[in-house]
């Protein structure tokens, strides 16, 4: 029985004309928009690799020079795009994709994408994930808006149940029919999108991303058919249902996600660049605590090492003081960067919440951070990254402090105190991905709201139908 | 009936089919709450607009008093060292003697100038440069380094803020179609239409009357309230300037909004339901806000590849190693050309990092790197603005993307301010040097007083006149097109089946 339903609610949707044309519309955005997301991504990568290579070889083919100068002129590392970028770009336009190691302080991570974009679209670039989560809703809804409406309306939702055909039955009928349709658009392009990914080299852990990618896509796309479902039945008329549902699109898609980022501003506001540098260079000058100032610091240094080398002049020191004040500055400056980076990614993190808060009452936000982790373009890479590049700075720094704490000499910061064997001692910078386990906890709760969603919205479409009339 | 009272009659049946129309506006309880619900969302548009460019403003006034502060902090330095009291700065971390004598130190922070309109372009706005950091050495490629490191979070700017473009851009034309999809059909639906075509009023006239009376109902009051809200929270215009401006963004809606009821009025004209009417101008709506802008984008993408950032910054980078490799030799082919006073270690012989010597081979690795990487960053730069206007052009094809650009290019968002900013940024950075180079080639140290005299940066006026009127053509001509084709659209009217 159900599945005599679902046959004619296929056939019913194959057969008119405006939804075969927004479901060909459709294919072939996702297609376009899967097709140019693997080409960029591509390219993205190669460039990424070339640019991480040359900047190795500039780092080695510094001559003579004074080894803070070095530290000064620094190092580029450049993000990786995530490993499913091509479906869902995420953060990625708005994160900076490179990060700049010098000496003294993290900055933040700099060059964004969008700085040097030329069109800004109001929706953002066309990727599968704009398609899938914007475009894909409203398709539904426009197949599935009469489905209860519209057989009331013909009267045929009488003959139904006078042929012994039970609500239930036609519910799920109906939603496994409405499946059936969207599955015909998404399985070509999930295969497609698993052929690319097989074919530009990716492993099988990719393929698990975009299958646990598709399941949570499938959750928001059984929310939406669900809500359709349900208003079908309840409105009074097909063109009230489709108000209706047209209404929750639109404050689902357009206005909530942005109402949310300003609750978010709002709720845990972010510091301006400015005065979050202003904050680094007044705590480290000042000390955190604001009673522990830099010369303080430095003086107690001095004179614990006066001490263990029983001198009483820096001069006197078989070191080289230069180097000592450095790498105290460093380890102060690790302090410092510790807390208000985590300050910062506090705020982030409390900004998610909020727009988690939001997803309560839109699936899109619930579905977006799913989306995101799973392709590897969300926050917790951005800051993985970001984390990694700094104890990669830290580190180098370290090193060649180290080094001219032995081999410099006090108040010279001459140029022939580093050169080339010291650069090459600095070891190279790999980017370990976080694993698939680590990517995906933070955004569990995301799933568990997809999967409350997509059941809510079903038991909804089950209570409605159960208490829908016959009559219009 | 005499014929006078016949040429009256017109007007007479209009005005009360016009009065009727608005009569039967106004008791539309759902008119009344979206317009309400409207009229909220630009006020908090422009709240939170106005928010985002007040922490922006204080970046830049910040940025600057901290320039200003460390100039102060060197004279201080400075007058101690030259009352000869300089052993008692040794100590001060961060400042050692003679750094503050040193003319590569000072520094500049030009920032850029906020235009009236400026808050309601925030998501525009958050992806322009609005700082630069200056010293002498700095590269005029590398200006904007700093600002482009932000500390805001990338995944709220990835959803995007709630800003008065996007309101207008995206949400105003759902607020007119909603309203103006059923202009004939329900009339046709509900058999008036009929009644309203005996009369003696040509049906031209009607129609057009009724279009007007929707577009007053609904932009009136939108009009109204953008105008309280921008003084509310932009402040009343200050200058000839920003009236212009808002005077602009006025015409702007409204061409914008005349295109969205044209639109309607032609889908209308062919007769359908006023369900079908509905689908039909929200696929529309889709197409020219959605889908178009975000295709479009690709084709620029696609058409005009942006250059590599990551190449940009290796290429400067190496030319810098190069320079700097080469650094002794730029120093003694100086002093060749400058033999009667060339430019030696400092006084103990000592060659360190502020020894004039040191300065002025800083200065020259600066100059020696800058020109070499200028052909490609030249060329880095030429292509991002053909992307830029490629995208221009390419804007005349969505009245949606001819719209936004017009208000960025209002709030001075626009990437046409960005480079007018950069361009400013540079011209300074050579009055900059031109201040401090003649003392780095004479080997020369700063003295307090010379700090007084560093050139001020001055932000210029946007020019944007005949690019606002490309923006404003944009809108016009789908809007003629539909004005006509709804005009012949409507010939073949037929008021009953």
Same mark, same amino acid.
């Given at each position: 029985?159900?599945?005599?339903?679902?046959?004619?609610?296929?056939?019913?949707?194959?057969?008119?004309?405006?939804?075969? =044309?927004?479901?060909?519309?459709?294919?072939?955005?996702?297609?376009?928009?899967?097709?140019?997301?693997?080409?960029?991504?591509?390219?993205?990568?190669?460039?990424?690799?070339?640019?991480?290579?040359?900047?190795?070889?500039?780092?080695?083919?510094?001559?003579?020079?004074?080894?803070?100068?070095?530290?000064?002129?620094?190092?580029?590392?450049?993000?990786?795009?995530?490993?499913?970028?091509?479906?869902?770009?995420?953060?990625?336009?708005?994160?900076?994709?490179?990060?700049?190691?010098?000496?003294?302080?993290?900055?933040?991570?700099?060059?964004?994408?969008?700085?040097?974009?030329?069109?800004?679209?109001?929706?953002?670039?066309?990727?599968?994930?704009?398609?899938?989560?914007?475009?894909?809703?409203?398709?539904?809804?426009?197949?599935?808006?009469?489905?209860?409406?519209?057989?009331?309306?013909?009267?045929?939702?009488?003959?139904?149940?006078?042929?012994?055909?039970?609500?239930?039955?036609?519910?799920?009928?109906?939603?496994?029919?409405?499946?059936?349709?969207?599955?015909?658009?998404?399985?070509?392009?999930?295969?497609?999108?698993?052929?690319?990914?097989?074919?530009?080299?990716?492993?099988?852990?990719?393929?698990?991303?975009?299958?646990?990618?598709?399941?949570?896509?499938?959750?928001?796309?059984?929310?939406?058919?669900?809500?359709?479902?349900?208003?079908?039945?309840?409105?009074?008329?097909?063109?009230?249902?489709?108000?209706?549902?047209?209404?929750?699109?639109?404050?689902?898609?357009?206005?909530?996600?942005?109402?949310?980022?300003?609750?978010?501003?709002?709720?845990?506001?972010?510091?301006?660049?400015?005065?979050?540098?202003?904050?680094?260079?007044?705590?480290?000058?000042?000390?955190?605590?604001?009673?522990?100032?830099?010369?303080?610091?430095?003086?107690?240094?001095?004179?614990?090492?006066?001490?263990?080398?029983?001198?009483?002049?820096?001069?006197?020191?078989?070191?080289?003081?230069?180097?000592?004040?450095?790498?105290?500055?460093?380890?102060?400056?690790?302090?410092?960067?510790?807390?208000?980076?985590?300050?910062?990614?506090?705020?982030?993190?409390?900004?998610?919440?909020?727009?988690?808060?939001?997803?309560?009452?839109?699936?899109?936000?619930?579905?977006?951070?799913?989306?995101?982790?799973?392709?590897?373009?969300?926050?917790?890479?951005?800051?993985?990254?970001?984390?990694?590049?700094?104890?990669?700075?830290?580190?180098?720094?370290?090193?060649?402090?180290?080094?001219?704490?032995?081999?410099?000499?006090?108040?010279?910061?001459?140029?022939?105190?580093?050169?080339?064997?010291?650069?090459?001692?600095?070891?190279?910078?790999?980017?370990?991905?976080?694993?698939?386990?680590?990517?995906?906890?933070?955004?569990?709760?995301?799933?568990?709201?997809?999967?409350?969603?997509?059941?809510?919205?079903?038991?909804?479409?089950?209570?409605?139908?159960?208490?829908?009339?016959?009559?219009? | 009936?005499?014929?006078?009272?016949?040429?009256?009659?017109?007007?007479?049946? =209009?005005?009360?089919?016009?009065?009727?129309?608005?009569?039967?506006?106004?008791?539309?309880?759902?008119?009344?709450?979206?317009?309400?619900?409207?009229?909220?969302?630009?006020?908090?548009?422009?709240?939170?607009?106005?928010?985002?460019?007040?922490?922006?403003?204080?970046?830049?006034?910040?940025?600057?008093?901290?320039?200003?502060?460390?100039?102060?902090?060197?004279?201080?330095?400075?007058?101690?060292?030259?009352?000869?009291?300089?052993?008692?700065?040794?100590?001060?971390?961060?400042?050692?003697?003679?750094?503050?004598?040193?003319?590569?130190?000072?520094?500049?922070?030009?920032?850029?100038?906020?235009?009236?309109?400026?808050?309601?372009?925030?998501?525009?706005?958050?992806?322009?440069?609005?700082?630069?950091?200056?010293?002498?050495?700095?590269?005029?490629?590398?200006?904007?380094?700093?600002?482009?490191?932000?500390?805001?979070?990338?995944?709220?700017?990835?959803?995007?803020?709630?800003?008065?473009?996007?309101?207008?851009?995206?949400?105003?034309?759902?607020?007119?179609?909603?309203?103006?999809?059923? =202009?004939?059909?329900?009339?046709?639906?509900?058999?008036?239409?009929?009644?309203?075509?005996?009369?003696?009023?040509?049906?031209?006239?009607?129609?057009?009357?009724?279009?007007?009376?929707?577009?007053?109902?609904?932009?009136?009051?939108?009009?109204?309230?953008?105008?309280?809200?921008?003084?509310?929270?932009?402040?009343?215009?200050?200058?000839?300037?920003?009236?212009?401006?808002?005077?602009?963004?006025?015409?702007?809606?409204?061409?914008?909004?005349?295109?969205?009821?044209?639109?309607?009025?032609?889908?209308?004209?062919?007769?359908?339901?006023?369900?079908?009417?509905?689908?039909?101008?929200?696929?529309?709506?889709?197409?020219?806000?959605?889908?178009?802008?975000?295709?479009?984008?690709?084709?620029?993408?696609?058409?005009?590849?942006?250059?590599?950032?990551?190449?940009?910054?290796?290429?400067?980078?190496?030319?810098?190693?190069?320079?700097?490799?080469?650094?002794?030799?730029?120093?003694?082919?100086?002093?060749?050309?400058?033999?009667?006073?060339?430019?030696?270690?400092?006084?103990?012989?000592?060659?360190?990092?502020?020894?004039?010597?040191?300065?002025?081979?800083?200065?020259?690795?600066?100059?020696?790197?800058?020109?070499?990487?200028?052909?490609?960053?030249?060329?880095?730069?030429?292509?991002?603005?053909?992307?830029?206007?490629?995208?221009?052009?390419?804007?005349?094809?969505?009245?949606?993307?001819?719209?936004?650009?017009?208000?960025?290019?209002?709030?001075?968002?626009?990437?046409?301010?960005?480079?007018?900013?950069?361009?400013?940024?540079?011209?300074?950075?050579?009055?900059?040097?031109?201040?401090?180079?003649?003392?780095?080639?004479?080997?020369?140290?700063?003295?307090?007083?010379?700090?007084?005299?560093?050139?001020?940066?001055?932000?210029?006026?946007?020019?944007?006149?005949?690019?606002?009127?490309?923006?404003?053509?944009?809108?016009?001509?789908?809007?003629?097109?539909?004005?006509? =084709?709804?005009?012949?659209?409507?010939?073949?009217?037929?008021?009953?089946?």
């Amino acid at each position: 029985m159900i599945i005599t339903i679902a046959r004619r609610e296929i056939l019913d949707t194959w057969r008119g004309g405006q939804v075969r =044309l927004a479901g060909a519309i459709l294919i072939g955005l996702l297609l376009l928009a899967l097709a140019v997301g693997l080409q960029h991504q591509a390219r993205a990568d190669a460039a990424r690799k070339t640019a991480q290579a040359e900047d190795t070889r500039i780092w080695l083919s510094q001559g003579k020079l004074n080894p803070h100068s070095a530290a000064h002129f620094g190092r580029y590392i450049f993000k990786p795009q995530g490993a499913l970028a091509f479906v869902d770009e995420g953060v990625n336009p708005y994160a900076g994709s490179a990060v700049y190691l010098e000496a003294h302080v993290q900055t933040p991570s700099r060059a964004r994408p969008a700085d040097d974009a030329a069109l800004l679209p109001v929706f953002g670039e066309l990727t599968a994930a704009l398609v899938l989560q914007l475009l894909v809703p409203l398709l539904i809804i426009l197949v599935a808006f009469a489905g209860f409406s519209g057989e009331r309306e013909n009267g045929t939702f009488r003959q139904l149940l006078s042929v012994g055909v039970t609500r239930r039955a036609l519910v799920l009928g109906k939603a496994l029919g409405l499946s059936a349709s969207l599955l015909a658009i998404l399985v070509p392009v999930a295969v497609i999108g698993s052929a690319a990914l097989l074919v530009s080299g990716h492993g099988a852990i990719d393929l698990l991303r975009l299958a646990l990618m598709s399941v949570g896509y499938l959750l928001y796309f059984i929310a939406f058919a669900g809500i359709t479902l349900a208003v079908s039945a309840r409105a009074p008329s097909s063109r009230q249902a489709l108000v209706v549902l047209l209404g929750f699109w639109l404050l689902s898609s357009l206005l909530l996600p942005r109402l949310a980022v300003d609750a978010a501003n709002h709720l845990a506001p972010v510091p301006t660049v400015a005065s979050f540098r202003k904050v680094l260079a007044d705590d480290v000058r000042n000390g955190i605590s604001g009673h522990d100032a830099e010369d303080a610091r430095l003086s107690s240094v001095k004179a614990a090492l006066f001490k263990q080398y029983g001198v009483s002049r820096i001069e006197d020191l078989p070191i080289n003081f230069d180097g000592i004040a450095l790498s105290e500055g460093e380890r102060y400056g690790a302090l410092v960067m510790d807390r208000r980076y985590g300050e910062l990614w506090q705020q982030y993190q409390r900004q998610a919440l909020v727009q988690r808060a939001f997803a309560l009452l839109t699936p899109l936000l619930a579905v977006k951070p799913v989306s995101m982790a799973l392709a590897g373009t969300d926050l917790t890479v951005q800051r993985d990254f970001t984390e990694q590049a700094e104890r990669y700075r830290r580190q180098s720094i370290q090193l060649i402090n180290d080094d001219y704490t032995v081999n410099g000499k006090l108040d010279q910061w001459t140029d022939d105190a580093g050169g080339p064997e010291l650069w090459a001692k600095v070891p190279r910078f790999q980017y370990v991905e976080p694993s698939m386990q680590a990517a995906l906890m933070p955004t569990l709760p995301d799933f568990a709201l997809l999967v409350l969603w997509s059941g809510a919205a079903l038991g909804l479409a089950l209570w409605a139908i159960r208490r829908t009339s016959v009559e219009i | 009936m005499s014929a006078s009272t016949h040429r009256m009659a017109p007007p007479k049946t =209009l005005s009360i089919l016009l009065r009727h129309e608005r009569r039967m506006a106004l008791a539309d309880r759902s008119l009344l709450i979206a317009l309400a619900i409207f009229a909220a969302a630009t006020l908090y548009a422009l709240a939170s607009g106005a928010a985002w460019l007040r922490g922006r403003e204080a970046d830049v006034a910040l940025a600057a008093a901290q320039s200003k502060q460390r100039t102060a902090d060197f004279q201080t330095d400075l007058r101690i060292y030259e009352a000869g009291q300089g052993a008692t700065l040794g100590e001060k971390p961060g400042w050692y003697p003679g750094w503050i004598k040193s003319p590569l130190a000072p520094d500049a922070r030009p920032g850029l100038a906020s235009l009236p309109l400026a808050l309601m372009a925030s998501n525009a706005g958050e992806v322009q440069p609005a700082l630069a950091t200056m010293r002498v050495a700095t590269s005029r490629y590398a200006l904007f380094d700093d600002a482009r490191a932000s500390t805001q979070n990338p995944a709220t700017l990835a959803v995007g803020r709630f800003d008065l473009v996007f309101l207008l851009t995206a949400v105003l034309p759902l607020l007119l179609l909603a309203f103006s999809h059923n =202009l004939l059909s329900s009339e046709l639906e509900q058999g008036t239409l009929a009644l309203v075509a005996v009369q003696p009023v040509a049906m031209t006239r009607v129609v057009l009357a009724k279009l007007l009376s929707r577009a007053a109902v609904l932009l009136l009051p939108a009009l109204s309230v953008i105008v309280v809200g921008l003084l509310l929270f932009a402040g009343v215009p200050a200058s000839a300037a920003a009236w212009r401006d808002l005077g602009a963004l006025l015409l702007m809606i409204v061409s914008y909004s005349l295109f969205w009821l044209l639109l309607s009025a032609w889908v209308n004209v062919r007769g359908r339901s006023s369900s079908s009417n509905a689908l039909r101008l929200g696929g529309w709506w889709l197409a020219l806000v959605l889908v178009i802008p975000s295709l479009l984008n690709l084709l620029v993408l696609g058409l005009q590849p942006p250059p590599d950032r990551a190449e940009l910054t290796n290429r400067l980078r190496a030319t810098v190693v190069n320079a700097r490799n080469g650094g002794k030799n730029l120093v003694s082919d100086f002093n060749l050309q400058h033999a009667e006073q060339p430019i030696r270690g400092d006084a103990n012989g000592r060659d360190n990092f502020d020894s004039p010597k040191a300065i002025l081979k800083s200065w020259l690795v600066a100059q020696a790197s800058e020109a070499a990487v200028a052909p490609i960053a030249d060329a880095f730069e030429r292509r991002l603005s053909a992307q830029q206007r490629l995208a221009e052009r390419l804007r005349f094809l969505s009245p949606a993307l001819s719209f936004q650009s017009a208000l960025n290019r209002l709030a001075g968002a626009d990437r046409s301010r960005t480079e007018q900013f950069i361009a400013a940024v540079r011209d300074y950075q050579a009055a900059f040097r031109g201040y401090f180079v003649p003392k780095i080639e004479a080997g020369a140290s700063m003295t307090a007083d010379d700090l007084d005299r560093i050139p001020a940066f001055v932000m210029p006026a946007p020019r944007r006149g005949s690019a606002l009127i490309a923006d404003w053509l944009g809108l016009a001509w789908p809007s003629v097109l539909l004005a006509l =084709l709804a005009a012949r659209g409507f010939r073949r009217f037929r008021v009953g089946k």
